[in-house]
């Protein structure tokens, strides 16, 4: 085996393992550089076969998480101790025949479908992330948001309805409602004063949207039973709903945009493609295996 100290560090059977199992979609999703022979140096022959800097390049983005820890110099020596070390077993199982077994053939069909089908599906979800698409789905998604009405409040959270009137009783002589909360309420929030910050009806439980939405700002409410237990509310303040600014959810929209787009080409796709499921009755309903998430903008805590 090839020498490097890196080896002890980083050992062949992790490699091979991280290998054999990481995503080969995400490094088809980043792109490959096209490399000029000047920028692409031969970094190491293992009997006679070239190693490259674009084959370090590639094996960095395949074996990323496991390097995260490193300094450069240090990654691109275990890197490259990787690749070395796969150019010669890659060679001895060649020896071996491993590329005739059924279920290496198997997993090769398997893998350059997958491959395929990733990087097309990059190129189309790239080729559909335009600004206008983006601006257009922020645009859209804005008119859903602005007007509606949202709450900013705090609570306590108690068990029983005798700890809440107890609280309440504080309150009404004038005691802190956030210092209450630290003290007694049983939320997670709890050292925060009990804020909740901003929130719309349906983002709360019924029981809790109905009062706070009914009481006006500096007003506490009398105690509050939920499937949590017991609240008392506070309201701060109210607002109309904003859409937050396009930048700050622009990596989002990005993400659905694209995956909208990829699902969209593969249901066109499915459209004319022969597909028969030994699996189920002919009637089944076909599976839409590609469908993107949901777009979101989530409203600001304060």
Known sequence: MTSSSSAAKFGLRDRLAYAATGCLAMVLLAGQPVWAEEANPVLAKVNGAEIRQSDVALAEEELGPSLAQMDPATKKDNVLAFLIDMK??????????????????ARLAFTRNRLLMDNLLAVEGKAATTEDAMKKVYDDASKQITGEQEVHARHILVETEDEAKAIEDELKKGADFAELAKKKSKDPGASDGGDLGFFTKEQMVPEFSTVAFALEPGKISDPVKSQFGWHIIKVEEKRNRKAPDFEQVKAQIETYVTRKAQADYVAKLRETAKVERMDQPTEAAKPDAMKPADSKMAPSKK
Do not use: N, Q, T
């Open 88 to 105: 010669i077993v890659a060679k001895a199982a060649e020896a071996k025949k491993i590329e005739e077994r059924d279920d290496f053939k």
